[in-house]
T-cell receptor, first 112, second 112 residues
Framework: EAQVTQNPRYLITVTGKKLTVTCSQNMNHEYMSWYRQDPGLGLRQIYYSMNVEVTDKGDVPEGYKVSRKEKRNFPLILESPSPNQTSLYFC???????????FGPGTRLTVT | GENVEQHPSTLSVQEGDSAVIKCTYSDSASNYFPWYKQELGKRPQLIIDIRSNVGEKKDQRIAVTLNKTAKHFSLHITETQPEDSAVYFCAASNPGTYKYIFGTGTRLKVLA
C-alpha cells in the first residue's frame, strides 16, 4: 500500500530534550516536506527536500533540522525543543515539487 | 515574506447551496495552486489543483478558478453535501524553489 508513515504519532517531552520524528514514504517520491499545523495559522512549511542530500528552509525553520540521506526517509530533528514547538506535525511527499502531496497521519507533539 | 490570504475563515451553507472560498497570493512567480481538504482529526488530502497556464478547472462538483493578473484563485463547491464539511486550505508554490505557502484555512459547515 502506497503511504507516508510518521513515528511517533504522539509525543510528550520536556524542554531541551532532543527528539526525532521519523517520516518514511514507499512511493519513490523525490519531494518531501515537513509542516506544522497550529490553530488559526494553517499549515506552515518547516523544511522541504527536492531529492537526496538537497534540503531547503520553508517558512518556519528555526529550531528544526532535517536530513535526507535516503530517498524514502526525511526525519525532523528538534535538538532543544521549547514549548512554542508544541504543535501537530505533518510529513508529506510528492513525485516532484509541483504535484499532489500525500500527507502522513500527523505527529502531535507537546513540549512542557 | 510571501503569503497567501484565505477568506472566509468560517463558512456555513445549507445543504444543496454553493460555497466559495477565495485566496490571494503575493508571489507573482507562483504557478501551482492546490486545494486540500482536511476532515476532523484526519490528514489533509488534495481535492483539486490548477496551474498558471489554465484559468479554470472542474472535477464534478468542485471547480477552481485562477486570475493571474489579480493574483487570486477561488474554490467553488456546488450542490454541497454534509460530507463536504471540513477545513479547506489553499496553497501556492513557486516553481523556482518549490516552497509552499498555505492559507490559514476555511472551516466549511454544510447544514442539513
Amino acid at each position: 500500500e502506497a503511504q507516508v508513515t510518521q513515528n511517533p504519532r504522539y509525543l510528550i517531552t520536556v524542554t531541551g530534550k532532543k527528539l526525532t520524528v521519523t517520516c518514511s514514504q514507499n512511493m519513490n517520491h523525490e519531494y518531501m516536506s515537513w509542516y506544522r499545523q497550529d490553530p488559526g495559522l494553517g499549515l506552515r512549511q518547516i523544511y522541504y527536500s527536492m531529492n537526496v542530500e538537497v534540503t531547503d528552509k520553508g517558512d518556519v525553520p528555526e529550531g528544526y533540522k532535517v536530513s535526507r540521506k535516503e530517498k524514502r526517509n526525511f526525519p525532523l530533528i528538534l535538538e532543544s525543543p521549547s514549548p512554542n514547538q508544541t504543535s501537530l506535525y505533518f510529513c508529506a511527499s510528492s513525485l516532484t515539487g509541483a504535484r499532489e502531496q500525500y500527507f502522513g497521519p500527523g505527529t502531535r507533539l507537546t513540549v512542557t | 515574506g510571501e503569503n497567501v490570504e484565505q477568506h472566509p475563515s468560517t463558512l456555513s451553507v445549507q445543504e444543496g447551496d454553493s460555497a466559495v472560498i477565495k485566496c490571494t497570493y503575493s508571489d507573482s512567480a507562483s504557478n501551482y495552486f492546490p486545494w486540500y481538504k482536511q476532515e476532523l482529526g484526519k490528514r489533509p488530502q488534495l481535492i483539486i489543483d490548477i496551474r498558471s497556464n489554465v484559468g479554470e478547472k472542474k472535477d464534478q462538483r468542485i471547480a477552481v478558478t485562477l486570475n493571474k493578473t489579480a493574483k487570486h484563485f477561488s474554490l467553488h463547491i456546488t450542490e454541497t453535501q454534509p460530507e463536504d464539511s471540513a477545513v479547506y486550505f489553499c496553497a501556492a508554490s513557486n516553481p523556482g524553489t518549490y516552497k509552499y505557502i498555505f492559507g490559514t484555512g476555511t472551516r466549511l459547515k454544510v447544514l442539513a
